[in-house]
DNA sequence: GTGAAAGCGCTAACAA
DNA sequence: TTGTTAGCGCTTTCAC
């Protein structure tokens, strides 16, 4: 392998100081035109690229970002990653994709690794910011990162936490949902999946069992069943109703997947969506208008979610004021699951 | 901002020199039981951490790896990136990511980054390498970069390339595909979507076609339509075929996106499927298992391809032999839409 | 076992 | 305008 070339193979060859061709490079100093031409001509001829992690540890910068998800492979956070791309590429931002698979040990190892690779912020999705008790020790370690590097958590929270959010409002569309569903007429209303120990699941839960008492309507708690967020819960889950003696006219699941997985049973079932049971979803992902019948959901607004959380980022990063919770309204997306074409 | 703690200040406060302190970060070499125990506690006591950058800078090795693909939200390349990271996680490895939208400009760039920022290697999928004519230009540029930094390419090629490329079969998998449907009696087959200008598209065309003919059917060149690689083109094409005459009994979509959109259309005109017509799809996305009817289509196998990606890469890496093509063979995944389940 | 010192490639005072 | 030089934080000979 041979020596990678340098500043100063270039200020060399050029008969200048390196300082003249890091100037060239950066434009951080007036140059005379013929030599930053001479210069520019060596840059090009040996296609020389200056060395970022030099100039990091010099800079003590390093314009990259880190990401944290939970999992890469649920169509949610790519949506949120590419928000995220989309503005901060512009701000010349680059990006460390860890994927923690919601594990703890993970989320920390991302963390160290982030850290040791002096990123200049990180943002913060799934996994403990998620739990409904997050442990007292996973939420310090995330709280002591943050002392040194700016951290925004993305649709979660921590105990006792101070740190900088950007969420979406998932009470408020839990309860559009589930007014939606009331002001069609549906009373017997059911909720599928979720662990009940994770705070997607208890918000939605929350706002669904308020929204159906605000409307004088009762929830059973036979009727609220935990899950995984997987298409397998809401095939499980569907089959356990359809069992059933007693039947809800109306199925809020915690999510789209899950929704395309109980309507998948019901419809094998013989049922017709909405007509004999309506479902909704929520996240408005790409599954919810790819089955048939397009569901009816909540668009968790992926992409502003994750141009907030730049925005908000660089705020940090260059010490600006910024507020500690960005809300984003969510949006009821209506379709065929709920309301028959033919109307 | 407080002065960030270095093995300088471990090492006086444990009144070592640096290099002892190196030594025992690294275990490079034995040091007394006694004083690697004074240096570990306070490494622990201020939670010290070395900074990657410097360390990258004299070792000349980042363990990053460069992953270039041109659409995230495409479910394909989550999956084939969760394969990657499983793989190189253990190896000690960390992702840049970089999305391209297969814009040739915003591939270079990433290409640019990727160097400045030192990586040990490059994944590359999507955009150039995917044109069945890509200009020599385009081509150079990336065997350039190759020559000082590992590269593999992902279904993909360059022309008169001498890169390693990991990829899956995609003319047997359209092989399997066709001969499928011929099997079940189907003489009269069209093929949706993709650009015509793109290899992904080509292959599956050609291996279609070539199929036909073996089997002593004609394939016209009315029902080779292309698109893009979206649901709407196979809901425009689909309304297209549905208003001629002459229709096919079965269609051949370039992927599953595009058989979904295809599938939406057919049903809502009242088409029973698989009876009526048949249609299938191509990857074994998420998408297809999710659509009712479930899709018939073949399996890219994503998890191995970036599993093989990253062992090839790994391999590069470290100066050892590989061979420059590894080839994956797809399978035939058979489901309802196709088949239909009474059967 | 341990320390001194050079060097990785770049930027940024400070001087000239 | 331009050059000199001192770091940035770490690893790694080479001595001892």
């Given amino acids: 392998m041979k020596h990678n070339i340098t500043?100063?193979?270039?200020?060399?060859?050029?008969?200048?100081?390196?300082?003249?061709?890091?100037?060239?490079?950066n434009g951080t100093a007036p140059v005379k035109e013929s030599t930053r031409e001479k210069i520019m001509a060596l840059i090009n001829k040996y296609q020389f690229q200056p060395n970022a992690l030099a100039r990091s540890l010099t800079k003590k910068e390093t314009k990259m970002i880190g990401v944290i998800l939970p999992d890469i492979t649920n169509p949610f956070f790519p949506e949120v990653f590419w928000g995220v791309e989309n503005e901060a590429n512009s701000k010349g931002y680059t990006f460390f994709l860890c994927n923690t698979s919601g594990q703890p040990e993970l989320e920390s190892q991302s963390l160290t690794i982030l850290r040791e690779k002096q990123v200049d912020g990180i943002i913060f999705m799934g996994g403990r910011i998620n739990l409904s008790n997050c442990s007292q020790e996973l939420a310090k370690e995330v709280?002591?990162?943050?002392?040194?590097?700016?951290?925004?958590?993305?649709?979660?929270?921590?105990?006792?936490?101070s740190l900088h959010r950007v969420i979406i409002n998932e009470g408020k569309g839990a309860e559009m949902l589930t007014q939606h569903l009331i002001d069609l007429g549906h009373k017997e209303i059911a909720f599928f999946g979720g662990y009940d120990y994770v705070s997607t699941t208890t918000q939605k839960v929350?706002?669904?069992?308020?929204?159906?008492?605000?409307?004088?309507?009762?929830?059973?708690?036979?009727?609220?069943?935990?899950?995984?967020?997987?298409?397998?819960?809401?095939?499980?889950?569907?089959?356990?109703?359809?069992?059933?003696?007693?039947?809800?006219?109306?199925?809020?699941?915690?999510?789209?997947?899950?929704?395309?997985?109980?309507?998948?049973?019901?419809?094998?079932?013989?049922?017709?969506?909405p007509e004999d049971m309506a479902i909704v979803g929520f996240d408005d992902t790409i599954l919810a208008s790819t089955v048939i019948p397009e569901l009816t959901t909540v668009s968790q607004k992926s992409l502003e979610l994750g141009k907030n959380a730049v925005n908000v980022l660089h705020k940090l990063i260059n010490n600006?004021?910024?507020?500690?919770?960005?809300?984003?309204?969510?949006?009821?997306?209506?379709?065929?699951?709920?309301?028959?074409?033919?109307?």
């Fill in 7 to 25: 500043v100063y193979d270039i200020a060399k060859e050029a008969e200048v100081s390196v300082s003249t061709v890091s100037r060239v490079l």
């Fill in 143 to 161: 709280e002591d990162i943050a002392k040194k590097i700016p951290i925004v958590l993305v649709n979660g929270n921590l105990p006792d936490s």
């Fill in 206 to 273: 929350k706002a669904f069992k308020k929204t159906m008492k605000a409307n004088g309507l009762k929830v059973s708690n036979d009727w609220v069943l935990y899950g995984d967020f997987s298409m397998d819960a809401g095939k499980k889950l569907m089959a356990d109703i359809l069992k059933r003696e007693k039947r809800p006219t109306a199925i809020f699941c915690v999510n789209d997947v899950t929704a395309v997985g109980a309507v998948k049973v019901a419809v094998e079932a013989g049922l017709k969506i």
């Fill in 320 to 343: 600006e004021k910024v507020k500690k919770v960005t809300v984003i309204e969510p949006e009821l997306i209506i379709r065929d699951s709920t309301l028959p074409k033919s109307r």
